[in-house]
């Protein structure tokens, strides 16, 4: 298993200019920071890929013992490319998360029993800017984008890909556009190649995207309440 962190990009919707990985959740923790000390205890440090792009320098400084791969075009391309530069290295099961994600421990051994591709998700009610789903009746997902009617709910960021769909899921990759996020690549190989993703609940566990500064003053809520209960 190894796990792939999507940092490339800049947070320009919060005003900063650093990769959002980098930005400050508590007591002078970055997200990254955060991401990594989750992911330790299921996928070792040497397994770690990080996708890298704006002000790299930061985010390998602060890091030295990850792993980088650079996306040279992170100023013209979407997620959907930054994924392909990091999946295009490996050759097992892939957990991999945007690099603005905030995510309960917890969640991470969800999906790793799953035993097959899948997608962490809550079912609720979505809005304009939030990924949203739909799932057949045995729960895979069957559509996956910011446009969905009648959505179940919103994708998380947190994915895996297991091995056996590695290359297919790299094909559509490839073919999506620059300006793609990378599940327009998972719905395409879906609809067009009978892919499975499983959807996996979140449960009430806590997995939230810093787009905007109110996304940033919640995770910072949370993160202050579970390091008061001892739990961060």
């Not at 994600?101 to 800017?129: H, Q, T, W, Y």
């Not at 905007?212 to 209960?229: K, Q």
Request: proline share 4%.
């Amino acid at each position: 298993m190894k796990a792939v962190i999507l940092a490339a990009g800049r947070g320009t919707r919060l005003g900063l200019d650093l990769p959002k990985a980098m930005v400050e959740v508590d007591r002078g923790r970055t997200i990254i920071d955060y991401q990594v000390e989750n992911l330790e205890p299921f996928i070792p440090i040497k397994d770690i890929l990080v996708v890298v792009g704006f002000k790299k320098e930061l985010i390998t400084t602060r890091h030295p013992e990850l792993t980088y791969v650079v996306n040279e075009r992170f100023a013209v391309t979407n997620t959907s490319k930054s994924l392909l530069e990091g999946l295009s290295r490996l050759n097992e099961d892939v957990l991999w998360l945007n690099g603005d994600v905030i995510f309960d421990r917890e969640l991470i051994p969800k999906m790793l029993s799953a035993g097959c591709s899948c997608v962490l998700v809550d079912n609720k009610k979505c809005g304009p800017e939030e990924v949203k789903y739909r799932v057949d009746d045995r729960g895979y997902i069957t559509v996956i984008s910011k446009q969905v009617p009648e959505a179940e709910g919103e994708a998380l960021g947190l994915n895996l890909v297991g091995r056996a769909d590695l290359a297919a899921f790299r094909k559509h990759l490839e073919l999506v556009a620059d300006s793609d996020y990378f599940e327009k690549a998972i719905e395409n190989y879906i609809i067009q190649d009978k892919g499975r993703f499983l959807a996996i609940p979140a449960d009430g566990l806590f997995c939230h995207e810093v787009d905007f500064p109110e996304d940033l003053a919640r995770v910072r809520a949370y993160l202050a309440t579970a390091r008061r209960v001892g739990t961060s």
